[in-house]
């Protein structure tokens, strides 16, 4: 059995690590080099102790098995069921939480007395041939077999296949015959041959938590796949199986007895992935009626399913059937019987605490087990009578009967609606027949209502007034928000008929229930939404707000929730309703308007995470609307035979996928899940938030009393009919609604004709969340409906020449009835579906080409490049572009620069790559008047006013950031205190993403296209700092192309961009759906990363975005293409959309405060202290205020020209200047360096929350300075320019500050006020730790921490917890033009975008004449190319533009006009100005400037071997991407001419950390974060890692009883090794030469940062040496040579010694043993393993190309065994044997538990020692995963029986310690272990 807490593997070069296990087989799969962005997977992890992460746990299920028991109205008995399979488990698993583990000292294994010997081991030959030569080697748990492997390069072994077929060479005719592979019984050396098409060699490996083997690489073909062998007789390596992390589960269908998980989306299920289930073969008649099963999640988490008339309960977790319940008499339930069923509500106590909820459900009606073949097969037809009861059955107790009760009349093809008040509305049917076409007769038209209540007592049948609509076979139903029912469907014809017995039915209807009588409308309330929490967490306390008539009593008071069904045959799969406990009625918050605190449901057993109504009901009257709720703890789907289970939800979609059979075995996935309550399981959590919210409470009171209430119009039942009384449902378990009194009514309901024609008959109906609108649909293989399409394209209809062009699907809403078609493909006859957590219906299977699809429907209503900046007087300068690295000032409107006017600038011909990567260069004005410009991967300081570089920066790393590189940036926050005087206020860059610099030259230029994945680094700067240094931060995911949004509160969003590529046409892939969050701290040391939720439109090259004044992000633009594509792999995007950030969670909607503009000042002077009015709901804490300015962008390929964000100082508080208002007292920014002049939005913040508005402000002193336009290159395609100058102008031509206009009201004025008085120094390089190594036996230093701020920060910003990420909304279906350049003008909040006018051509037409005169053409362009939005209207006003603005620049003049400057061909260099109104056009200026500017940047001033990476092994049947692998750059500085650092040596600490050896160095990676915490002193005396080939392993782990220390100390030993040239020496040079090998070992504790290495010796040198630790501790080492290297024969000298290193904690008394020799020399490619019975088998030895036997050392195929010292069968009194049965083997973090031994005599506990070993992969010296650990003893009890006694032990804490899975657990006495140890299973 695997653990059920499963990790996965990292692959650290050749190492496998536990992190977060899903199941791995599959070939071929790519490795290469990727940022660590590319894995997708760890935000999915849960935390696990000081570092690492555990995955998703999966519980067993806790209920024993009872043979049935019967009881209630019928009681019926099944005899002998005995006990299912499986029932063996605990009760709840719980998840591993972190633990801090931590080290003491001081205890150690010197206390275990052992025997004296002089027994120095023996040898025994074992297996003369073992096949093959075991280069890699490892022991499987539970089979007890040695599998040994080496590689299919050889084409050759000593043993043969026992038959084809034979492995085809790839690239040759060749076959190869031969064996590479084996499985030994370690017992009898029996051996079977496995069969491997991949090639192995030098391949990595590890057990997962099911024990299988997952070995990963090798060589060729091999490289990049994953190979799986499980545990079994006659397993082999799998190929491919496709699991998903989270997934529905589809149960039955026709001629498939299976059930399968649906894969994630755009894979694709194969056999294996199917699980047969012979439940459903057992239940099958002649006839079936065993289709669409009923299944339900039972709140103990266990799945039950009903088919035919047998019932089980399944685990989900093991796939075993744990209960059967007595068989249910009297016919067939399921189709075609078609009875239908129903979960009953579950009712929920506040403050619930009950470990199991009871849970019921109600199945009605069906028919006789032949009723089908009667009415189907039969002539004449025979339409038997249907069933007349009902059953009910608690499926959370083992003893449950059936309880029958009797409808009023028979049924079958009916539907159950559960209502809002918990009752069951029984629908449609007929009374005689079966399923099927023309199989029924007499329609059964009068609903009934069951009214329910808990214990069953008093439940009864009630008849309601009848339809005139006969609906029975396809017909179906939706609860709908206003607690009306939604009816439709019925056809009982194969196709549309009009003149049948029973026509299709097109026609719809709604049904008014007994609750809706017309007398009882007072009753209703209403759901106060903006007031209510709609989205809530398990167990937490949340309120909804109610508004209605009169005093409202709290008894009468019932609060449901229900999840909307997927309808067709009568099944509805997923309903569900829970009644929520009431934990607080708070009366008269406002007048008639009341508060209710629920508690949701504790877990996702109880209520499946996702989207829910909420009902209030009033006297058993359902409030007027429901209100839409949705769980946060989301998790996925399962879908379940043809019910839809929530688990961990990826999205699905994708047609055509295989189903079939496959045996339970091949089931990989299940393990992968994790346990949410008592037995299902539950994804990863998305946050967590124990912040409660309360409603608030006011006054006022209002009484309604009413009389005589009468009877209702309508009423045709007869006179003695009871009253309708709303249910009085009640539990024994001490809760019940009993006490909601209720109105009394004879009303029964009444019809209405809804819709005259739906146009499709409603075979499947569900009702979609938050749109209230209900999809309908049939069946594609009809043909036919009776509605068309709205117009081509119709449908092929596969193998014919036809089109269908008739509607099969449709969207109706349920208001008014309007009708949307929706198109189909594939056949969805008698699908399944179920709402994924994001309200989107997921519908799985149908007919023929859709048997095996799976289809989603999303919830909609449609489902020149420069660089400008401007300076703090308002001039502009623009910098680059593509063939000028010059800059120059943009002239005075209406004036032209000349060639003196511009400015030489080398540092853009330096920072020239081949392909550019200096376009669109960074450039930021300083708060010290300086200008910051980054271009590739330099960064200077320039000096604006002597145009003077003044400091240089140190290079970042990692690639090129500019375009064509296209990384991002920003400036962050610039964070001012009240009353200003520092001198130099800090001013930061944060710079992320972009590619490598030949990332341009691969995607464009190389053919076919390469597209490297992009940076994952961001890097910090404090550019006001000349000594600043780099601080590196990892982002989640690869990002180029990308957007950087500086947001209100200071964080900045980065969203948009693709992983990898680069800019260019078609030159990017995977677009990065998922924005990222940087939470923005001064310091940087509380920075961190969030992942938010994904737009589904890829947005990457030409993306923009614009900071919207009520805090969300406008985005738009995107075009790979050369024009306007529809067709192309990344369509041209016309679309915009709107994000709603973090803070724009509805639950923080309370602080959001408004700004009173009247009351405000928002025209300020540098200095100047004003004041802003504000108005919110409450007390104001200052402390929780923040007020920030924000110059708005002006936004294109990334980079975000003058994007600024200044928090300013607030000066004073008012509070309550008037009722709830108050004033804040600010002062503006000193000077235009740290805000230029101009327009700024002014967001004030409360609790972290922006503000409903911004305000514009003016920032005021004269105009603005724009700098010259700066041009980065970036795009590689070259396009022919106009004349232009091209000349070059002295630095003293430059006219400059002084010869500009100065007269304010104009374009641009002034002076620089601004020089640096700091001396240029040469660059300093530096990053964000800083670790320094000693020389050996020095202390190494700890990782520096980053400077610290001034004095000021926003560390004091309280913020309010949420774990709202994001929301996305399509604004705009097209927006016209693809948004290239963007930026929101301010006053007119409209967004301006515009392209170029290259493209001729557009998505939207200028709207009348004159059209462009396309220069030297007779062409005219009629489109536009640039357009106003309004933000809030969408809006479009198109503008003309003459000139092209292809890769132009731009920035707001102080007057708030945008400033463009460069562009393309004509518009190079031309100026152009727009200004504020609703008429205003472009005015251009062409030739304005005197050199083109294209990609140039504006600013405003203010005066495994080749493969140094890893990657995380993806989920089984997954491949990786270039995105998946993470660079290391300690493999690269590790490596030697000759490498030396391959197959390092990696541990999990016990702190959770991962400490890395390479070559001679060593460093602690924190595996979250992904960054080196510490780097360990140097070892010295030459290389360790392959070739030099020493070995390593982890010294054990020791334990105390009750263990409490923070940190358990842990320690590597490395032993052996070579000089660093040794495989230079025998392998490169003629004649060879062997260098002897190392004969040190080296010890160190890694969990102590101030740790040194011990060095000792050994009694000989040895290289290429393995390393077993033993049960005892102690260490053998074994194999190797002691000259040479690895390699070809590169090694001389066998060490066919053993040496035993005696373990001590503090290595005090530790000592090497030389033990007996072998006769047989094992140096490269020999293996080992410990063994059950503590011998060791030893294997392995080939240094030759091949399988050669006269060569010098032969190919080795002999294996041995090795008896250590502590086999002396002198000893063998002290040999305890373990009694497995009477032992625990299944153990959770932290438990106690007992394992029983029986020996001979007294044992002396001080003598006895418990160890745990965890069997490594062996190969090339390294031992992976090789952990032994010394369990503390609690107890010993002596003599339980006679020689028998009891030791009570305690587990390890936690997973850092011991990685859940398979161990071997021996017990040792006087230092000699048992005589076996005994498989044990770590659990969480």
């Known amino acids: 059995m695997a653990s059920l807490v499963s990790r996965g593997i990292i692959i650290l070069p050749l190492l496998f690590v536990y992190v977060n296990g899903e199941h791995f087989l599959y070939p071929k799969r790519h490795v290469g080099k990727a940022e660590l962005a590319g894995y997708k997977g760890p935000d999915s992890l849960a935390v696990d102790g000081g570092g690492f992460y555990s995955g998703p746990l999966i519980a067993d299920d806790d209920g024993s098995t009872a043979g049935g028991n019967a009881g209630g109205t019928t009681e019926v008995t099944v005899e002998n069921l005995g006990k299912a399979d499986g029932d063996n488990t605990n009760g709840n698993t719980n998840s591993v939480e972190s633990t801090q583990v931590a080290a003491k000292n001081g205890i150690s294994n010197e206390n275990i007395v052992e025997a004296k010997t002089t027994f120095k081991g023996s040898w025994e030959l074992f297996i003369e041939n073992a096949g093959v030569s075991a280069m890699h080697l490892i022991l499987l748990p539970k089979i007890n077999q040695a599998l040994m492997f080496d590689a299919t390069v050889w084409k050759i072994s000593k043993m043969k296949l026992p038959g084809p077929p034979c492995r085809h060479v790839e690239g040759t005719n060749e076959e190869d015959c031969y064996v590479h592979s084996i499985l030994m019984d370690v017992e009898t050396g029996k051996i079977r041959p496995l069969r491997l098409n991949y090639d192995t060699w030098c391949s990595s490996g590890a057990l997962d938590i099911n024990g299988r083997l997952v070995s990963t690489g090798g060589y060729n073909n091999g490289s990049d796949t994953v190979r799986i062998l499980d545990l079994c ?241 396809h017909s179906s139903f939706a609860l709908l928000p206003d607690a009306k029912i939604l009816i439709a469907g019925s056809n009982t014809n194969p196709g549309y008929l009009d003149d049948a017995l029973f026509p299709t039915e097109v026609r719809v209807e709604k049904f008014s229930p007994h609750y809706l009588d017309p007398n009882l409308v007072m009753f209703r309330q209403e759901i106060v939404v903006d007031n209510s929490n709609n989205k809530v967490k398990y167990g937490q306390k949340f309120t909804v707000q109610i508004r209605g008539n009169g005093e409202i009593d709290q008894e009468k008071l019932q609060v449901t929730i229900y999840s909307p069904p997927f309808v067709t045959h009568g099944i509805s799969m997923n309903q569900r309703l829970i009644q929520l406990g009431i934990v607080e009625f708070n009366k008269n918050v406002t007048q008639n308007t009341n508060n209710i605190i629920l508690q949701a449901p504790m877990n996702g057993n109880i209520a499946p995470p996702g989207y829910y109504m909420l009902f209030v009901n009033y006297n058993g009257v359902p409030c007027r609307q429901s209100m839409w709720m949705a769980s946060l703890f989301s998790r996925g789907i399962i879908i379940l035979p043809l019910l839809f289970v929530y688990v961990n939800g990826e999205h699905f979609l994708y047609p055509k996928r295989h189903v079939g059979k496959a045996e339970l075995a091949g089931y990989k996935g299940p393990d992968s899940f994790a346990v949410d309550g008592g037995g299902f399981y539950s994804g990863p959590l998305i946050a967590d938030d124990d912040g409660s919210t309360a409603g608030g409470n006011a006054g006022g009171t209002t009484e309604v009393k009413l009389e005589n209430l009468g009877k209702a119009g309508g009423d045709n039942t007869n006179s003695n009919a009871n009253s309708v009384e709303s249910a009085q449902v009640a539990a024994k378990n001490g809760i019940s609604n009993e006490n909601i009194v209720e109105a009394k009514t004879t009303f029964k309901g009444s019809w209405e004709l809804f819709v005259e024609n739906a146009g499709v008959s409603a075979m499947h109906l569900i009702l979609l969340p938050k749109i209230n609108q209900a999809l309908m649909f049939d069946a594609t293989v009809w043909k036919i409906s009776k509605m068309k399409l709205p117009g081509p394209p119709c449908r092929h209809i596969e193998g014919t020449n036809e089109e269908d062009c008739y509607v099969h699907s449709i969207l109706m809403d349920v208001e008014t009835g309007k009708i949307r078609p929706l198109r189909l493909n594939y056949d969805t006859w008698c699908s399944s579906g179920a709402l994924d957590i994001n309200g989107r219906l997921v519908s799985t299977g149908g007919y023929n080409n859709g048997s095996d699809t799976v289809r989603i429907l999303d919830l909609c209503d449609t489902c020149g490049y420069a660089t400008q900046v401007t300076l703090g007087n308002g001039r502009f300068m623009v910098f680059g572009g593509r063939d000028f690295p010059t800059y120059e000032f943009v002239p005075p409107q209406g004036q032209k620069n000349t060639l003196k006017d511009v400015v030489d600038f080398n540092f853009l011909m330096e920072t020239h790559d081949p392909v550019e990567n200096n376009l669109y260069p960074f450039v930021y004005l300083s708060t010290d008047g300086n200008v910051f410009i980054f271009a590739n991967n330099r960064s200077v300081l320039l000096n604006p006013n002597t145009q003077t570089i003044i400091h240089e920066f140190p290079v970042l790393p990692n690639g090129a950031r500019n375009y064509p590189a296209s990384g991002s940036a920003c400036l962050l926050p610039i964070m001012l205190k009240p009353n200003e005087d520092r001198r130099v206020i800090p001013a930061e860059v944060l710079i992320c993403g972009g590619a490598s610099h030949d990332a341009y030259a691969k995607a464009d230029l190389q053919r076919p296209k390469v597209f490297l994945p992009g940076n994952t680094d961001c890097a910090r700067l404090d550019i006001t700092k000349r000594n600043g240094k780099w601080k590196i931060i990892n982002m989640p995911s690869a990002r180029l192309l990308g957007d950087m949004v500086v947001l209100p509160t200071g964080d900045v969003l980065i969203v948009n961009g693709a992983k990898t590529g680069s800019a260019g046409w078609d030159d990017a892939r995977e677009p990065n759906l998922n924005p990222v969050l940087y939470k923005f701290q001064t310091d940087g040391t509380g920075s961190k990363f969030t992942v938010l939720n994904p737009s589904n439109i890829p947005r990457m090259y030409h993306s923009s975005f614009a900071l919207l004044p009520d805090a969300k992000i406008l985005i738009a633009g995107s075009n790979t293409n050369p024009g306007y594509l529809d067709d192309a792999l990344f369509p041209t995007e016309v679309r915009v959309e709107k994000f709603s950030p973090h803070y724009l969670d509805p639950n923080l909607a309370m602080f959001r405060q408004e700004i009173i503009v009247e009351k405000s000042n928002n025209q300020v002077k540098y200095g100047q202290k004003f004041t802003v009015q504000i108005r919110g709901n409450g007390e104001i804490d200052q402390q929780k205020l923040q007020v920030t300015v924000y110059s708005p962008p002006f936004v294109t390929h990334g980079i975000s020209m003058n994007q600024r964000l200044i928090q300013l100082g607030i000066v004073e508080f008012n509070k309550n200047v008037a009722p709830n208002t108050n004033n804040i007292v600010l002062q503006a920014p000193m000077n235009g360096n740290i805000a230029p002049l101009g327009y700024y939005m002014l967001f004030i913040n409360y609790n972290g929350v922006p503000c409903r508005q911004s305000m514009w402000m003016g920032l005021f002193w004269r105009v603005l300075l724009v700098l010259p336009l700066f041009f980065a290159y970036v795009n590689c395609e070259y396009f022919t320019y106009p004349s232009r100058h091209t000349g070059k102008a002295e630095l003293a031509g430059f006219k400059g500050p002084d010869s500009l206009a100065t007269d304010g009201g104009g374009f641009f004025s002034g002076p620089l006020v601004v020089n640096d008085d700091v001396t240029a120094t040469a660059g300093n390089q530096g990053g964000t730790t800083e670790v320094t190594v000693g020389k050996p036996g020095d202390d190494t230093l700890d990782a520096s921490l980053v400077d610290g701020n001034d004095g000021i920060g926003n560390a004091n910003m309280i913020e309010a917890a949420t774990t709202f990420k994001g929301s996305w909304e399509l604004f705009l279906e097209n927006g016209g033009v693809s948004a290239m350049h963007l930026i929101l003008l301010p006053k007119i909040n409209q967004a301006l975008m515009f392209d170029a006018t290259v493209w001729k051509i557009s998505k939207i037409k200028l709207p009348g004449p004159p059209c462009r005169h396309v220069e030297g053409t007779n062409e005219e362009d009629c489109f536009a190319h640039s357009v106003l939005m309004d933000i809030d209207t969408g809006k479009l006003r198109p503008l003309r533009l003459n000139y092209d603005t292809w890769c132009s620049s731009g920035g707001l003049d102080i007057n708030g006009r945008l400033v463009s400057t460069g562009g393309y061909n004509n518009g190079s260099d031309t100026v152009r100005i727009l200004d504020l109104c609703d008429t205003c056009e472009w005015k251009e200026y062409p030739g304005a400037l005197a050199n083109g500017r294209w ?254 036997d006269d060569a010098l050392f032969p190919t080795e195929v002999r294996v041995e065994k090795f008896s250590p010292h502590y086999l002396d069968p002198n000893l063998a009194m002290f040999r305890q044997e373990i009694i497995a049965e009477k032992s625990n083997n299944q153990l959770k973090y932290g438990q106690k538990f007992t394992v029983q031994i029986r020996g001979n005599g007294v044992i002396d506990q001080q003598k006895l020692q418990v160890t745990i070993y965890s069997p490594p992969f062996v190969t090339h010296g390294i031992c992976m995963n090789q952990r032994l650990i010394q369990l503390g003893i609690l107890e010993f009890n002596k003599d339980v029986a006679p020689n028998t006694n009891n030791i009570v032990l305690q587990a390890p804490m936690n997973g850092n310690i011991a990685q859940p899975g398979y161990y071997m657990l021996f017990v040792n006495y006087n230092g000699v272990p048992c005589l076996r140890s005994m498989w044990v299973q770590i659990l969480p």
């Open 233 to 473: 007789d006659t397993c082999e390596y799998a190929t491919q199986v496709t699991l998903g992390d989270g997934r529905f589960m589809v149960f039955g269908g026709r001629d498939f007895p299976t059930y399968e998980y649906v894969p994630p989306q755009g894979q694709k299920n194969t056999l294996k992935d199917v699980i047969d289930f012979n439940f459903l073969v057992e239940t099958h008649d002649p006839v079936e009626n065993n289709l669409y099963p009923f299944v339900y999640l039972s709140t103990d988490g266990n799945l039950f399913i009903f088919a035919n008339n047998r019932s089980v309960l399944l685990n989900p977790n093991t796939h075993k059937i744990i209960h059967e319940f007595p068989v249910l008499p009297n016919g067939a339930r399921n189709y075609p019987a078609s009875g239908s069923a129903c979960l009953l509500p579950i009712m929920l106590k506040p403050n619930e605490d009950r470990r199991v909820i009871p849970a019921e459900v109600l199945i009605c009606g069906g028919a006789s087990h032949d009723a089908y073949a009667k009415a189907d097969l039969q002539r004449p037809k025979v339409f038997l009578p249907g069933n007349t009861d009902c059953a009910r059955l608690d499926i959370t107790k083992r003893n449950g009967k059936w309880k029958i009760i009797n409808m009023p009349s028979a049924r079958l093809l009916e539907d159950m609606v559960v209502l809002p008040t918990g009752d069951v509305l029984l629908v449609n049917g007929a009374k005689t027949g079966s399923a099927g076409w023309d199989d029924a007769r007499e329609p059964n038209f009068n609903p009934v209502l069951y009214k329910f209540q808990t214990d069953g007592t008093g439940s009864k049948f009630i008849v309601l007034n009848p339809s005139n609509i006969p609906r029975m076979y």
């Open 1495 to 1748: 990609y140039a940047t504006q600013v405003t001033l203010g005066d495994g071997r080749d493969f140094p990476t890893y990657e995380f092994v993806p989920p089984e049947g997954k491949k990786n991407t270039h995105q998946d692998v993470v660079d290391f750059k300690f493999l690269v500085e590790t490596h030697d001419p000759v490498e030396n650092n391959l197959y390092p040596f990696v541990y999990l600490s016990t702190d959770g950390n991962v400490f890395i050896f390479a070559n001679n160095r060593s460093v602690l990676l924190n595996p979250k974060t992904h960054n080196i915490i510490h780097e360990f002193p140097m070892l010295p005396n030459g290389a360790r890692n392959y070739p030099a080939s020493g070995s390593a392993c982890l010294l054990p782990i020791i334990l105390k009883p009750n263990e409490d220390r923070r940190v358990i100390p842990a320690e590597i030993l490395i032993c052996g090794g070579a000089p660093h040239d040794a495989y230079e020496k025998a392998d490169l040079q003629r004649p060879k030469v062997f260098l002897p090998g190392s004969s040190d070992c080296a010890r160190l504790d890694f969990t102590k940062r101030n740790s040194k290495w011990k060095i000792l010796n050994m009694p000989s040198a040895r290289l290429l040496g393995d390393m077993a630790v033993l049960p005892t501790g102690d260490v053998l080492i074994v194999n190797g040579a002691k000259t040479g290297s690895a390699g070809w024969d590169d090694a001389r000298e066998p060490n066919l010694n053993p040496v035993l290193y005696k373990f001590k904690t503090d290595g005090t008394g530790s000592k090497f043993t030389v033990l007996n020799p072998s006769n047989i020399p094992r140096m490269y490619h020999s293996s080992f393993a410990v063994l059950p019975d503590a011998k060791i088998l030893i294997a392995g030895s080939n240094t030759n190309p091949g399988y050669l």
